[in-house]
């Protein structure tokens, strides 16, 4: 394993090329990423999360139909002349957030060949550094460390870290799994892992949560790799290359993510997020334990 004292990861890839069909027909003419939690898409808390690691630069990896995620994240002159002329301090300070958190930039991934094959589409702007990959459909509470831990792992390590949560057995098929042994707090080193398994199959419960720390030869690997599960290019079946030499770690964690990819974990971040808000908060959960005691839900 290559350990180098002047690893820094300061870029992140964001696949946002997948169709949405979960959430349609919703997603039938607007992107999944930009479906809000309140008041702010979904991948505006993936960059805020990227950036708050130290991250300033990120490639959103597009297809057709995505030109609004561009529009998010870029400047919108008239719209910000607007709102200081109306002396609308806090709008104004919310929409430039949201194109200077972070560099974004877009590529598109043409053709759907899979997740592994949406990643490999970076390499050209990632080049020969260290980055992370941060999936959509995962997002994590803005107080999560899991990232941060990732990032340390790697510059600590040279290896490719994955982060990984305890999921109920028969859940393992919706997820990578993983076959690992403790090797610190929270840190596993991986042995092997499999693309969403049948339940039998599964290694064990350790499931693969959409974050990866990745050196560059993530992608030489991506490239060497055959079409996996499903017929798509499988970054699951990239990074299992590298398990057989010890060059991959895991993140353990248990707690903070929510899977918006899903109807109701995505109602439980708006709930949560929305408990959470000192705007909105008190009232909420006033209107909360009306409703549930309402329903006859509270004993
Ligand atoms: C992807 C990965 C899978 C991982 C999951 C996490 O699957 O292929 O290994 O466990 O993300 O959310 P997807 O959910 O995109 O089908």
Redo the contacts with the bound molecule.
């Keep these: 394993m290559s350990v180098s004292s002047d690893v820094v990861v300061r870029k992140a890839v964001i696949p946002a090329a ?1 169709r949405g069909t979960r959430f349609l027909p919703f997603t039938k003419a607007t992107p999944k990423e930009m479906l809000p939690i309140i008041d702010r898409p979904t991948m505006e808390y993936i960059v805020a999360e990227a950036a708050g690691c130290g991250i300033d630069d990120v490639l959103v990896i597009t297809s057709r139909g995505k030109v609004s995620i561009e529009d998010h994240f870029d400047q919108a002159p008239e719209l910000e002349a607007a709102l200081a002329e109306a002396g609308k301090t806090s709008e104004l300070e919310m929409v430039r957030a949201s194109s200077e958190m972070a560099r974004v930039h877009f590529v598109r991934q043409g053709v759907a060949l899979g ?1 592994g094959h949406a990643i490999g589409q970076a390499r050209d702007h990632v080049g020969d550094e260290s980055f992370a990959v941060l ?1 959509g ?2 997002v994590l509470h803005p107080d999560s460390d899991v990232l941060s831990r990732m990032i340390s792992t790697h510059e600590r390590t040279g290896a490719h870290v994955i982060a990984l949560m305890e999921v109920p057995p028969d859940e393992v098929s ?4 993983v076959e690992a042994t403790e090797i610190g707090p929270g840190l596993v080193q991986v042995h092997s892992m499999v ?2 398994p049948p339940p039998e199959e599964a290694p064990s419960n350790l ?4 974050r990866y720390v990745f050196g560059p030869s993530i992608f030489d690997a991506i490239d060497a790799t055959p079409p996996g599960r499903g017929g798509e290019i ?3 079946d990239a990074i299992a290359s590298f398990t057989g030499s010890g060059e991959v770690y895991g993140v353990v964690f248990s707690e903070g993510r929510y ?1 918006v ?1 899903s109807k109701a974990d995505y109602l439980r971040a708006i709930v949560e997020f929305a408990c959470e808000r000192e705007d909105l908060g008190p009232d909420f959960e006033a209107f909360l334990v009306g409703y549930v005691r309402g329903r006859g839900l509270l004993d």
Aim: net charge negative; glycine share 20%; hydrophobic share 35%.
């Design positions: 997948g997740l999936l459909d995962d919706l997820y990578g799994c693309e969403k499931a693969m949560m959409g499988q970054i699951t899977d990819g």
